[in-house]
Nanobody
C-alpha cells in the first residue's frame, strides 16, 4: 500500500513555471513506478509523464514534450513534475499515480494508487 499526496498547484500566468510534488508514504517507494496524469471536466484523464524506480521515463506526450520534466528522489519518497512555459491549455487537476511494475506505462488503468489531485490554473 502507498498513499500519495500532491502539492504545488496554483494559479500562474502563461509562460510561467511551476513544480508539482507528490509525497508517498510507505517504505517501498523506490520500487514503484510513478506517474502524473491530468484531467479537465471535458476530457478523459490524460497521461503527462512517468518514471520507473530505475529512472527510466516514458516518452512525454506531444502536448507537454520539451516543457515538462519528471524526476524522483527515492530517499525523500517524492516525485516531481517540473512544468515550464505553461499554457492555458495546461489548466487541469494534476494527479500523481503509482504502480508496482517497473515499466513506466502511460494508461491510467495500469496504475493502482492515486492521489487526490492538485489544481493548476494557467491564465492568459
Amino acid at each position: 500500500q502507498v498513499q500519495l499526496v500532491e502539492s504545488g498547484g496554483g494559479l500562474v500566468q502563461a509562460r510561467d513555471s511551476l513544480r508539482l510534488s507528490c509525497a508517498a508514504s510507505g517504505r517501498t517507494f523506490s520500487r514503484y513506478t510513478m506517474a502524473w496524469f491530468r484531467q479537465t471536466p471535458r476530457k478523459e484523464r490524460e497521461f503527462v509523464g512517468a518514471i520507473s524506480w530505475t529512472g527510466l521515463s516514458a516518452d512525454f506526450p506531444d502536448s507537454v514534450k520539451g516543457r515538462f520534466i519528471i524526476s524522483r528522489d527515492n530517499p525523500k519518497n517524492t516525485v516531481y513534475l517540473q512544468m515550464n512555459s505553461l499554457k492555458p491549455e495546461d489548466t487541469a487537476i494534476y494527479y500523481c499515480a503509482a504502480r508496482t511494475g517497473v515499466q513506466p506505462l502511460v494508461t491510467a488503468l495500469d496504475y493502482d494508487y492515486w492521489g487526490q489531485g492538485t489544481q493548476v490554473t494557467v491564465s492568459t
